[in-house]
């Protein structure tokens, strides 16, 4: 495993992390979580990710490995949480001050640590939300000690915005040979400020291994995107999903991409891949250019 420098935190991250959403899922058994979550620590793995949304992500964590805190970086969202109306769960959206402080609480109290090393807003709040009240509510749980940094997940101008204007640790966002917008209007703002990148979405989910469009926009949109790159083209004789991780990893400021699985030969398999071999620039130029050629961007 390949560790490289989370910007200015100066945390030393496996540049392959664990996106932990899928073992929120209440229907996933407990041993195959625990199971999991060790062989994501065995394989050299030292940073997952989580959040309140993940269902049961963040107490699992502090379950399953809090006795092993100081083999992994742990990173997590508020902003949104899992909320519970007669044994019914749904998503609640809450940037308001004590939300956002009652949430992280309740994040450090799940996870079993009294200082969670990176919190984030899931998101941006929203337009009727008050920016300044949200933000400085979040700077004042660093203050705390209850984070040791702050950060953002969320893509787009307006997340470079975000980051010009308030003193932020990290950012969170999407980046893989589908989807490059960041490498222009992200980016170079994130570097500028000395901020730590954290990748979600660097394989799109593998979403081209899919023969028929799936539903929606989250997996829908990549889907139609994949159909437009010829990814078999680009990767030659290397395996689509081998290529794909390899061009994310390939950006100079990536400091760590996040994939999330419950199959530990899947995780291995990733984990393999991060041997400190890059894509030729050469590659990376084509891939370019046929996104750019295609969705104009």
Known sequence: ?????????GLRVSEIGYGGAQIGNVNLPEN?????????LDAGINFIDTAAMYGKSEERIGRCISHRRDEFVLATKCGDYVGETDGQYHIVRDYSRD????TID???RKLNMDVIDIVQFHGLPDPD????VAFEALLDARERGWTRFVGVSADGPAAAAAARRWPLDTQEFTYNVLYQESADNLMPTLKSQGMGTIIK????NAVWQQTARPEGDYMGGPWDRAQSIPLAELAGEMPILEFVLRFTLSHPDVCTAIIGSTNTDHICANVAISDGQRLS????????????ERFGI
Do not use: H, W, Y
């Open 106 to 108: 309740e994040s450090r």
């Open 99 to 102: 939300g956002i402080l009652r």
């Open 129 to 132: 939300d008050d920016d300044d």
């Open 32 to 40: 195959r979580v625990e199971e999991v979550l060790n062989a994501v």
């Open 201 to 204: 979405r660097p394989i799109s």
């Open 1 to 9: 495993m390949q560790f490289r420098t989370l910007g200015k935190t």
């Open 281 to 292: 620039d050469d590659v990376i130029g084509k891939a370019s250019v046929a996104f750019r």
